[in-house]
C-alpha cells in the first residue's frame, strides 16, 4: 500500500449528518406517502438523477415533482421537505478537517443538488461560523456541476484527472460500500465509513 498523500471525503454521513426519514416524513405530511419510490441514497428515479446531475434546474424540479405527487405543492413546500435531510455539522467534525488539512490534501466529491448546496452552506455559516464550507477543502466536487455521480467512474477520474492525482496515493471516505467499490475500481484507496462511526474515529 503507497503511502497516502490525499484525501476525498464523501459529504452526507461523513461530515454532514443527515437523515432521510426526516424527509420521507415530510413529505408524507403533505399527502405523498410513497417517497421512498423516487429517492434513496442508493437509487434514484429519472427525475431526482437529473437533478443530482445538473440536467436540470430547481425550478424545472419542482414542476415535474407536481405532476409525479399529482399534488398542488408550492414549491418551497417541496424544497421544505426535500432539505429535511440535512441535520447539522458537528462541529468536531470541522476542527477536526482543519487538523487533517496539515497534513494531506484534501477534496470533497458528494452526490448532491443545488437545493441541498445552497441549504447546508448557508447552515455552515450560522453553525460553524467559519465561512464558506467549500473552502475547507482544496477544492470540492458535486454532481450536479460536474455531470456525473458516483459510483460512476467518471466521477472519480474527474477529482483525479483535474487535480492530477494518482489514485494509489488517494484515499476515498464515504459511508456507502456502493459508492466505495466504485472508487476501489479506479484504484483508490478506500475506508468505508458506516453510521455510527464518524472521521474523528480515523487515525490519520
Given at each position: 500500500m503507497r503511502k497516502i498523500r490525499n484525501i476525498?471525503?464523501?459529504?452526507?454521513g461523513?461530515?454532514?449528518?443527515?437523515d432521510l426519514k426526516r424527509t420521507e416524513l415530510a413529505f408524507a405530511e403533505l399527502g405523498v406517502g410513497n417517497f421512498k419510490e423516487y429517492y434513496t441514497l442508493q437509487t434514484a428515479t429519472p427525475l431526482f438523477e437529473d437533478l443530482e446531475l445538473g440536467r436540470i434546474t430547481p425550478k424545472i424540479f419542482y414542476d415535474e415533482f407536481r405532476k409525479l405527487a399529482k399534488l398542488p405543492l408550492t414549491d418551497e413546500e417541496i424544497r421544505t421537505a426535500w432539505n429535511a435531510l440535512l441535520v447539522d455539522f458537528p462541529p468536531e467534525r470541522i476542527a477536526w478537517l482543519k487538523k487533517i488539512k496539515s497534513k494531506y490534501k484534501i477534496f470533497l466529491l458528494s452526490n448532491t443538488n443545488e437545493i441541498h448546496y445552497k441549504t447546508f452552506t448557508k447552515m455552515f455559516e450560522e453553525e460553524i461560523r467559519g465561512g464558506n464550507f467549500d473552502d475547507q477543502f482544496i477544492r470540492a466536487y458535486y454532481s450536479f456541476r460536474i455531470g456525473f455521480r458516483?459510483?460512476?467512474r467518471e466521477s472519480y477520474e474527474e477529482v483525479l484527472r483535474k487535480e492530477r492525482l494518482t489514485a494509489a496515493e488517494t484515499l476515498f471516505i464515504d459511508d456507502s460500500m456502493q459508492n466505495i467499490e466504485g472508487a476501489a475500481l479506479v484504484g483508490l484507496q478506500t475506508c468505508y465509513?458506516?453510521?455510527?462511526h464518524t472521521v474523528t474515529e480515523l487515525d490519520l
Open positions: 476525498i471525503f464523501d459529504l452526507g461523513v461530515i454532514l449528518n443527515i458516483k459510483p460512476s465509513l458506516p453510521s455510527p
